[in-house]
């Protein structure tokens, strides 16, 4: 997955709970985009986000959810106050500054809400 | 207009068999159509990608059909091998404007020994 690192792999909360999602891009990208997906389910685009700044949050929920990529470090995926509809696997994925081009996928979060 | 619309959801396919999964998408605009392999508990990689400039594109074993005009793109893979057990995703964006990837629901794809 050309090097796109995304902790924790699992990730466990109680409901009310929060829950944090890293997600190192590939070195020189500055592109990120989140994606949930639910079991035997696709990939639902999540947000697109380029350093410092939120491009497209289209696909967030509402409340409770909220996504950043500062100038030094990863991009982080925060969710507050976490309900069992959130267990899902989170998927980060990335690419260059060149707008055409190959998305490369970390190996995802996986988030149990219990 | 954003939908990506992917079929059949599973599919089983003996070794030395043809995968066929279609994908059908609505926006006109859409013009960059990857596939990603996903394998269980990993993350989607890239497979194979087609722009509307050509019907067809072959790569090994794969090749991705494309119909413009019917707004419709497949994935086809000749001689399917067991270690090609896994869920393919079709996506569309507008690509030079580095909008967000759709993707399809996804198809399993189990290949029998």
């Known amino acids: 997955n050309a090097g796109v690192m995304q902790n924790p792999r699992h990730l466990v909360r109680r409901r009310g709970q929060e829950a944090r999602l890293r997600c190192s891009p590939v070195k020189g990208h500055s592109h990120v985009y989140w994606y949930r997906q639910l079991p035997e389910e696709g990939l639902k685009f999540m947000v697109y986000?380029?350093?410092?700044?939120?491009?497209?949050e289209s696909g967030m929920p509402k409340e409770r959810f909220s996504a950043e990529f500062p100038k030094e470090g990863p991009s982080i995926l925060r969710i507050q106050q976490v309900v069992r509809g959130d267990s899902a696997a989170y998927f980060c994925a990335t690419r260059g500054t060149k707008l055409s081009g190959e998305l490369f996928f970390g190996e995802g979060s996986r988030l149990t809400v219990l | 207009q954003q939908q990506v619309k992917q079929s059949p959801q599973s599919l089983i396919v003996q070794k030395g068999g043809i995968s066929i999964i279609n994908c059908a998408y609505e926006n006109t605009a859409f013009d960059y159509f990857p596939w990603y392999q996903q394998f269980p508990g990993k993350g989607p990689a890239l497979l194979i990608a087609i722009r509307p400039d050509v019907s067809e594109k072959k790569e090994g074993r794969f090749t991705i059909s494309f119909n413009k005009s019917a707004k419709q793109f497949s994935l086809h893979i000749m001689d399917s091998q067991p270690g090609d057990s896994a869920t393919y995703f079709c996506?569309?964006?507008?690509?030079?404007?580095?909008?967000?990837?759709?993707f399809g629901e996804g198809t399993q794809l189990t290949v029998n020994p």
């Open positions: 996506a569309a964006n507008e690509e030079t404007s580095g909008s967000r990837l759709t």
């Open positions: 986000l380029q350093k410092e700044n939120i491009i497209d």
